[in-house]
């Protein structure tokens, strides 16, 4: 399990801009918390004093303070100062590519016969469809990249073959055919094999899915999208299936008001006001509280599958209590996961942003390697994370020379060298 934190500031403007000035949460913290947070921040003691005091004559309010490379510094409700501890921290300046560089690992994992998952979480508005799927400026994200890797370094012989669908509390809806569906495995299935068939096939899934503004966000994504793309080889069945998912966003219906026009026409208000809503109005609220209902119950059952994992290997894991974690029974299982946590620096949005990170912390603590269908591709997975380790990812994964001369151990030399061929013909480089 890899866990990343991406923080982001949302686009000014609109309802997303009218829900930033509300004021956030206030929350209590001791001093002597406020100025060990300040001292990690690089400021003195007598000035961490300082700063904490008039902090607390400010009135204090839950905030992202700041974050380094693997850390985020935090108030937290109820909890005080905190800091998070996660596998890497990417800020605003952060690019796609730096994304998709901490979730290639899940990629590569699924070419040696793991199952694998990427997914987005975070509140409404925090930039998971973004990090998922768009491809602003030329630079797609990680789905369009994760697909397009497994379609060029699949090994001859093998096909990777996708399914596109959303989950909307217990529906399941075929993004490829627009039908209803009982099981993923009714959908459409599209083989991929190259990129134009990437882009095509996200494209038209992309047209179908639910999509609605709300005060936190002007496209919020309504419903859970999921691609299942399945290596399949031509003697021997399905290899290995990675599962990339963009959750919906968890939200509160106080700061969303998607419930603010639930009021039938000639209804009465707790103000004494006649309702000036239209029928039309009247059921496209009610849509949208649905929706955001369906939404949290799916990503609960997500935190319950985890917290089951966390706390017993052989106690059951609910994955059947929704769609959602039936789809990320396998992955989940395998440990090989890549979670993107996407929170926003705005202090009216710090509260959501902070259970963000708590479910976060908890899912870095899901360690542990899967079994490989066959058992060969744990083992070399193993192997290839070992040469990472002594000669570097990022120059294993481009494939850019071999790993230095390890003094008095040629036997080493050799082995590794043959283990670094292997990595380069899983990847399509030899």
Same mark, same amino acid.
């Given at each position: 399990?890899?866990?990343?934190?991406?923080?982001l500031?949302?686009?000014?403007?609109?309802?997303?801009?009218?829900?930033?000035?509300?004021?956030?949460?206030?929350?209590?913290?001791?001093?002597?918390?406020?100025?060990?947070?300040?001292?990690?921040?690089?400021?003195?003691a007598?000035?961490?004093?300082?700063?904490?005091?008039?902090?607390? *004559?400010?009135?204090?309010?839950?905030?992202?303070?700041?974050h380094?490379?693997?850390?985020?510094?935090?108030?937290?409700?109820?909890?005080?100062? *905190?800091?998070?501890?996660?596998?890497?921290?990417?800020?605003a300046?952060?690019?796609?590519?730096?994304?998709?560089?901490?979730?290639?690992?899940?990629?590569?994992?699924?070419?040696?016969?793991?199952?694998?998952?990427?997914?987005?979480?975070?509140?409404s508005?925090s930039g998971?469809?973004?990090?998922?799927?768009?491809?602003?400026?030329?630079?797609?994200?990680?789905?369009?990249?994760?697909?397009?890797?497994l379609v060029?370094?699949?090994?001859?012989?093998?096909?990777?073959?996708?399914?596109?669908?959303?989950v909307?509390?217990d529906?399941?809806?075929?993004?490829?055919?627009?039908?209803r569906?009982?099981?993923?495995?009714?959908a459409q299935?599209?083989?991929?094999?190259?990129?134009?068939?990437?882009?095509?096939?996200?494209?038209?899934?992309?047209?179908?899915?639910?999509a609605?503004?709300?005060m936190?966000?002007?496209?919020?994504?309504?419903?859970?999208?999921v691609v299942?793309?399945?290596?399949?080889?031509?003697?021997?069945?399905?290899?290995?299936?990675?599962?990339?998912?963009?959750?919906?966003?968890?939200?509160?219906?106080?700061?969303?008001?998607?419930?603010?026009n639930?009021?039938?026409?000639?209804?009465?208000?707790?103000?004494?006001?006649?309702?000036?809503?239209?029928w039309?109005?009247?059921?496209?609220?009610?849509?949208?509280?649905?929706?955001?209902?369906?939404?949290?119950?799916?990503?609960?059952?997500?935190?319950?599958c985890?917290?089951?994992?966390?706390?017993?290997?052989?106690?059951?894991?609910?994955?059947?209590?929704?769609?959602?974690?039936?789809?990320?029974?396998?992955?989940?299982?395998?440990?090989?996961?890549?979670?993107v946590?996407?929170?926003?620096?705005?202090?009216?949005?710090?509260?959501?942003?902070?259970?963000?990170?708590?479910?976060?912390e908890g899912?870095?603590?899901?360690?542990?390697?899967?079994?490989?269908?066959?058992?060969?591709?744990?083992?070399?997975?193993?192997?290839?994370?070992?040469?990472?380790?002594?000669?570097?990812?990022?120059?294993?994964?481009?494939?850019?020379g071999?790993?230095?001369v390890i003094?008095?151990?040629?036997?080493?030399?050799?082995?590794?060298?043959?283990?670094?061929?292997q990595?380069?013909?899983?990847?399509?480089?030899?």
């Open positions: 399990m890899r866990c990343v934190v991406r923080v500031r949302r686009p000014g403007g609109g309802a997303a801009a009218a829900a930033a000035d509300r004021p956030p949460p206030e929350v209590t913290v001791p001093l002597h918390q406020r100025v060990a947070l300040l001292r990690r921040r690089g400021l003195s007598a000035d961490a004093k300082a700063k904490a005091v008039a902090m607390k *004559k400010g009135g204090l309010r839950a905030t992202i303070c700041g380094d490379d693997a850390r985020v510094h935090a108030l937290a409700p109820y909890v005080g100062a *905190k800091t998070y501890d996660f596998d890497r921290v990417l800020g300046a952060a690019t796609q590519e730096d994304v998709w560089k901490l979730a290639f690992p899940v990629v590569h994992d699924a070419l040696n016969g793991r199952d694998g998952c990427v997914f987005a979480y975070g509140q508005g998971k469809t973004h990090t998922m799927f768009d491809a602003a400026g030329g630079h797609p994200g990680l789905v369009a990249r994760a697909l397009g890797e060029d370094a699949a090994p001859r012989g093998w096909a990777v073959v996708a399914t596109y669908v959303e909307f509390g529906d399941l809806t075929d993004l490829l055919s627009g039908a569906i009982r099981s993923e495995r009714r299935t599209a083989r991929l094999a190259g990129a134009a068939a990437v882009d095509a096939f996200l494209a038209e899934g992309a047209a179908r899915k639910r609605a503004a709300t936190l966000n002007l496209r919020s994504t309504r419903a859970h999208a299942s793309a399945r290596l399949v080889r031509d003697d021997d069945g399905v290899v290995s299936t990675l599962v990339l998912v963009d959750l919906g966003g968890s939200e509160r219906v106080e700061r969303s008001k998607v419930n603010e639930l009021l039938a026409p000639g209804g009465v208000a707790s103000n004494n006001v006649e309702s000036r809503n239209t039309k109005d009247y059921y496209a609220a009610r849509g949208r509280l649905q929706e955001t209902t369906r939404i949290n119950l799916g990503l609960l059952a997500l935190k319950r985890v917290t089951a994992l966390l706390e017993d290997a052989a106690a059951r894991v609910p994955f059947m209590d929704s769609k959602l974690t039936q789809l990320l029974e396998k992955p989940l299982s395998s440990r090989s996961v890549c979670a946590i996407c929170v926003g620096r705005e202090d009216a949005h710090a509260a959501e942003s902070i259970e963000s990170l708590n479910f976060g899912l870095r603590r899901l360690r542990g390697d899967g079994e490989a269908r066959g058992g060969a591709g744990a083992a070399i997975s193993a192997a290839l994370r070992a040469i990472d380790a002594r000669g570097g990812a990022p120059a294993a994964h481009r494939g850019e071999a790993l230095g003094v008095g151990a040629e036997a080493e030399n050799r082995e590794l060298e043959a283990l670094l061929d990595r380069r013909a899983l990847l399509g480089e030899s």
